[in-house]
């Protein structure tokens, strides 16, 4: 399953981003979908993570209030709507795709990955 994330670039503290990853293939629907980032020197971090059905999502403590997740079968995307960022949200944004049911935190957890895509804010 090749996994495509796009839509990060450069925004200013408070602005907004919204994040899209793209799965071809008609298994989509079968996937739990997550979004995790990387910033230099630091591990990989849980962001948001939504079920197969789009029923149930999750958010990482830091992201929570302030980012969406949301995902649409019909078209096989799965996108991070984020608002009111903050330069500590920058990194490197992954989206992925987990064959098991129920939303993990683990990036371990999860079978397939996208390319990533920066996400840079500024103050």
């Known amino acids: 399953v090749q996994l495509q994330a796009s839509g990060g670039g450069l925004v200013q503290a408070g602005g907004s981003l919204r994040l899209s990853c793209a799965a071809p293939?008609?298994?989509?629907?079968?996937?739990?979908m997550g979004w995790f980032r990387q910033a230099p020197g630091k591990e990989r971090e849980f962001v948001a993570g939504?079920?197969?059905?789009?029923?149930?999502?999750y958010y990482g403590d830091s992201v929570k209030g302030r980012f969406t997740i949301s995902r649409d079968n019909a078209k096989n995307t799965a996108d991070l709507q984020m608002n009111s960022l903050k330069p500590e949200d920058t990194a490197v944004y992954f989206c992925?795709?987990?064959?098991?049911?129920?939303?993990?935190?683990?990036?371990?957890?999860?079978?397939?990955w996208g390319q990533g895509t920066q996400v840079t804010v500024s103050s």
């Open positions: 939504i079920s197969w059905s789009g029923g149930s999502t």
């Open positions: 992925a795709a987990r064959t098991s049911r129920g939303i993990s935190t683990s990036h371990r957890q999860y079978d397939y």
């Open positions: 293939g008609r298994t989509f629907s079968s996937y739990t």
